[in-house]
């Protein structure tokens, strides 16, 4: 039987339901919301979603999130090559993240700084499963667009709840070609933290004999293919990344994470005419505010862009019928592949529980756009979501 997505969340209830209730602290309430960028093209690779930088504790993090992304056909010229390029789904995905210190496995180890050596390092496996499908939020978005005034990124000339990604050159090799719904099982990402001070008295009450302050810790990131290419589920290749975190208790009831990060993409495994620049870097900053027992956590991220278009530029190859117009520059792809991308969430979160909503919006240029100064990848164009934490 083809797994969907509804019997994927019947088992994410069932797993909450299942598993035995643990108290969870202050520290756990202030948590950032680790999410990536999600994208039909980028989450393909590595992603380094932001956590806390003190030191690591033991849990299990269920989330289900569904993003929309969106693009008219996109065609792109270097030399004789010209690719296409087109992202319209909508994704819903169930991520799986077990995190453990190194010290339930291999006991307190020789002590460092004050504190026992197993203690500073934790890993976390993170796994996804997605749908790919046309979904249900096109109609919603553009309800929301017309009512707002905002402008519709020209989604009314393309049939709504419709699956449309390509990725490849015309006339020739495909790196992407979905046309229906596909269920595809992800790559293996390990993430590796490491302590590396900590202090300072908490602010924050109720965290823990061991809770402090601040704490500043380093990253090794790796991703092992072990999804498909063909059916989204990764981009075939190994990919790396190191980054740093840092964590701060502004006052008892503000707490502020950062991180900053890079990442080495192996590119699209096979001969492709377009492949993603090898170097990435991500910058994130994210803020809890507690109020009692309930924490509103807003975060910033920003990515680099993932192909670089000094070779390669925007055309238009196809007939236009009379009083045509090609599709503009911000109904097209161009901004979620050649551009950096900035995405702004904000998360609820309550007990165990944490409910998000994510919107792209970057500062820079876009002279056809009705706001000049800032831009919108539409990749996704919005994203809402559901976590579950169990400490462990």
Do not use: C
């Not at 504790?57 to 270097?78: K, Q």
């Not at 087109?86 to 002590?111: F, K």
């Not at 707002?148 to 495909?174: C, D, I, M, S, W």
């Amino acid at each position: 039987m083809r797994p969907s997505m509804p019997r994927l969340l019947a088992l994410l209830l069932l797993l909450a339901l299942a598993l035995p209730a643990a108290a969870g602290d202050r520290r756990d309430l202030a948590a950032p919301l680790g999410l990536g960028t999600d994208g039909t093209i980028r989450e393909l690779f590595l992603d380094m979603p932001i956590a806390d930088a003190r030191a690591p504790r033991a849990g299990l993090d269920v989330r289900w999130s569904m993003a929309n992304d969106w693009s008219a056909p996109t065609y792109a010229a270097s030399g004789a090559k010209l690719v296409e390029i087109q992202t319209d789904e909508q994704s819903d995905s169930l991520t799986l993240s077990l995190r453990a210190p190194w010290s339930r496995l291999l006991g307190p180890g020789p002590v460092v700084s004050g504190r026992p050596l197993f203690d500073r390092l934790s890993t976390t496996l993170d796994w996804r499963v997605t749908q790919h499908w046309g979904g249900w939020s096109d109609g919603t978005i553009e309800w929301w667009h017309g009512f707002a005034g905002f402008y519709n990124f020209e989604r009314n000339q393309y049939p709504r709840n419709a699956v449309h990604v390509t990725l490849g050159e015309v006339g020739g090799k495909q790196t992407l070609d979905l046309r229906s719904a596909q269920v595809s099982f992800g790559d293996l990402a390990v993430r590796t933290q490491y302590l590396l001070a900590d202090g300072g008295a908490p602010l924050v009450p109720g965290q823990g004999p061991d809770a402090t302050r601040w704490g500043l810790s380093a990253r090794l990131d790796l991703k092992a293919p072990v999804g498909r290419l063909s059916n989204l589920g990764g981009s075939g290749g190994f990919d790396a990344g190191v980054g740093l975190l840092g964590t701060y208790e502004l006052t008892s009831f503000l707490v502020a994470h950062a991180m900053a990060s890079g990442q080495w993409w192996s590119g699209f495994a096979g001969e492709q005419p377009l492949q993603p620049l090898n170097f990435h870097w991500t910058a994130e900053v994210s803020l809890a505010l507690l109020l009692g027992p309930v924490a509103l956590v807003v975060e910033d991220r920003v990515v680099s862009a993932m192909f670089d278009d000094g070779g390669w530029t925007r055309v238009n190859p196809l007939p236009l019928a009379p009083g045509q117009s090609p599709p503009s520059l911000a109904a097209s792809a161009w901004a979620a592949t050649f551009r950096a991308q900035n995405g702004i969430t904000g998360g609820l979160r309550w007990g165990r529980f944490t409910v998000w909503f994510a919107e792209d919006w970057t500062p820079g240029s876009n002279p056809t756009g009705v706001y000049k100064w800032f831009y919108d990848s539409n990749a996704p164009d919005v994203e809402i979501g559901l976590g579950y934490s169990q400490p462990l």
